[in-house]
């Protein structure tokens, strides 16, 4: 079992940028791929971006591409999530999560360990 911590979370005005990371714990994430994961209060959690083990596959929801981009480095154990161009509906509690695979999915279902998130809060 790894465990996650995310940072980065704040308020932020549309159009702006915010950085979330990601520092798991307990084993190398070479092993992990890694997942970005958000929900707002009494909706269901939904996939935000994905990650590779190695780092060579990328996955985005539709209402993130070209604007989110997520990367990893594995030498520090962390994952990031760089958010560009936010918009009010990105606001949401974000969660980092690892996946015992080296394969990408968009299933939360898929991923065994879970952060215990970080708000961000986009204004007008």
């Known amino acids: 079992q790894v465990q996650l911590v995310e940072s980065g979370g704040g308020l932020v005005q549309a159009g702006g940028s915010l950085r979330l990371s990601c520092v798991v714990s307990?084993?190398?994430?070479?092993?992990?791929?890694m997942g970005w994961f958000r929900q707002v209060p009494g909706k269901e959690r939904q996939f935000v971006a994905t990650?590779?083990?190695?780092?060579?596959?990328?996955y985005y929801a539709d209402s993130v591409k070209g604007r989110f981009t997520i990367s990893r480095d594995n030498a520090k154990n962390t994952v990031y999530l760089q958010m560009n161009s936010v918009k009010r509906e990105d606001t949401a509690v974000y969660y980092c999560?690892?996946?015992?695979?080296?394969?990408?999915?968009?299933?939360?279902?898929?991923?065994?360990?879970w952060g215990q998130g970080t708000q961000v809060t986009v204004s007008s």
């Open positions: 999560a690892a996946r015992r695979s080296v394969v990408a999915s968009t299933y939360p279902y898929d991923y065994d360990s």
């Open positions: 307990g084993r190398t994430i070479t092993v992990y791929a």
């Open positions: 990650i590779s083990g190695g780092g060579g596959s990328t």
